[in-house]
């Protein structure tokens, strides 16, 4: 049996109603119920997914779990439920597939990795003085963690790290899905030279799915391409193929923003850092071949309208 914490986020949605279309079996764990995951009622299991008892009461040895549960704090704020949840909860879910022999599939995120290398494979050392933000912190201490458990041979586990997450079904939107959808009634849009590497999350499930019927064992970038804030806006444009005009912000205001707002520091860092990840393993091992980046803008905007 395959269970999935995370389900009502952007990519544990997709991932479901991808193993529903595929008609593989799954069980949803959730601590609550909620509207994006209404329609597996009969699929989802409530209770504490951290708690050992609770998985130890429905997970038996050799089904699969799907880790997928975080705690995006781009703003940079509660230390302590970041911690809890994106760090803490990873142990106890990883430690718990150690002693069952559970097959683990755990999403990290490009974001632990520092920006000073300009391309970016899964042997990318982490290194954890480099990264300022929460999120980016304990994301990658939990990273680690699982990383030596798969080294020393304790532990089934894929480790994947998807690049910026855009697509359909963003119920609770994203960071980047709440920019976007605000360009649909915008046609004046600032904008600064940066910009990120985005993935469709319909990729991102595919890939799940594949580690799965492989049972890859490592780490896997999920990735597609970069753009820059400029070259989405004009994908955006021509997509809604309405004229949009664009104001470029100079660096210097957008730098001091950043101490005016500090909140804003982590996500405009993320922008400012110009990563090029490598998906050769996504392609060549797990078989996923990224969907053109103009057919997911394409795609995202018409969910949201």
Request: glycine letters at 4%.
């Given at each position: 049996?395959?269970?999935?914490?995370?389900?009502?986020?952007?990519?544990?949605?997709?991932?479901?109603?991808?193993?529903?279309?595929?008609?593989?079996?799954?069980?949803i764990l959730a601590r609550r119920m909620q509207k994006?995951?209404?329609?597996?009622?009969?699929?989802?299991?409530?209770?504490?997914v951290f708690s050992y008892d609770f998985l130890n009461?429905?997970?038996?040895?050799?089904?699969?779990?799907?880790?997928?549960?975080?705690?995006?704090?781009?703003?940079?704020?509660?230390?302590?439920?970041?911690?809890?949840?994106?760090?803490?909860?990873?142990?106890?879910?990883?430690?718990?597939?150690?002693?069952?022999?559970?097959?683990?599939?755990?999403?990290?995120?490009?974001?632990?990795?520092?920006?000073?290398?300009?391309l970016v494979n899964e042997q990318t050392k982490i290194?954890?003085?480099?990264?300022?933000?929460?999120?980016?912190?304990?994301?990658?201490?939990?990273?680690?963690?699982?990383?030596?458990?798969?080294?020393?041979?304790?532990?089934?586990?894929?480790?994947?790290?998807?690049?910026?997450?855009?697509?359909?079904?963003?119920?609770?939107?994203?960071?980047?899905?709440?920019?976007?959808?605000?360009?649909?009634?915008?046609?004046?849009?600032?904008?600064?030279?940066?910009?990120?590497?985005?993935?469709?999350?319909?990729?991102?499930?595919?890939?799940?799915?594949?580690?799965?019927?492989?049972?890859?064992?490592?780490?896997?970038?999920?990735?597609?391409?970069?753009?820059?804030?400029?070259?989405?806006?004009?994908?955006?444009?021509?997509?809604?193929?309405?004229?949009?005009?664009?104001?470029?912000?100079?660096?210097?205001?957008?730098?001091?923003?950043?101490?005016?707002?500090?909140?804003?520091?982590?996500?405009?860092?993320?922008?400012?850092?110009?990563?090029?990840?490598?998906?050769?393993?996504?392609?060549?091992?797990?078989?996923?071949?990224?969907?053109?980046?103009?057919?997911?803008?394409?795609?995202?905007?018409?969910?949201?309208?």
């Open positions: 049996m395959i269970y999935i914490t995370g389900a009502s986020g952007h990519i544990g949605n997709n991932l479901v109603k991808q193993l529903n279309d595929n008609n593989i079996d799954f069980r994006s995951i209404i329609e597996f009622k009969e699929k989802t299991i409530i209770g504490d009461k429905h997970i038996e040895k050799n089904d699969v779990l799907i880790h997928l549960a975080a705690y995006i704090n781009l703003d940079n704020l509660q230390e302590k439920m970041t911690k809890e949840i994106n760090y803490d909860g990873l142990i106890t879910i990883a430690n718990f597939c150690v002693e069952k022999n559970v097959y683990l599939v755990y999403t990290s995120s490009t974001d632990v990795f520092n920006g000073d290398k300009y290194i954890l003085e480099d990264l300022s933000g929460y999120y980016q912190k304990y994301k990658a201490k939990a990273t680690l963690y699982l990383t030596e458990l798969i080294n020393q041979n304790k532990i089934k586990a894929a480790i994947l790290y998807p690049s910026a997450v855009i697509g359909i079904n963003d119920y609770k939107p994203s960071q980047v899905g709440k920019h976007i959808k605000k360009t649909l009634k915008k046609r004046i849009l600032p904008y600064f030279n940066g910009g990120y590497n985005f993935v469709d999350v319909q990729d991102v499930c595919k890939s799940i799915i594949s580690a799965i019927n492989l049972q890859f064992v490592g780490s896997c970038i999920i990735s597609n391409k970069y753009l820059t804030l400029k070259e989405i806006y004009k994908l955006i444009s021509a997509s809604l193929n309405k004229k949009i005009i664009l104001i470029k912000i100079p660096l210097f205001v957008i730098k001091c923003t950043t101490h005016v707002f500090p909140k804003l520091k982590v996500m405009i860092n993320a922008l400012l850092t110009p990563h090029n990840f490598d998906n050769k393993i996504m392609i060549e091992d797990l078989k996923v071949i990224p969907t053109p980046i103009e057919t997911t803008i394409n795609n995202t905007l018409n969910w949201f309208k």
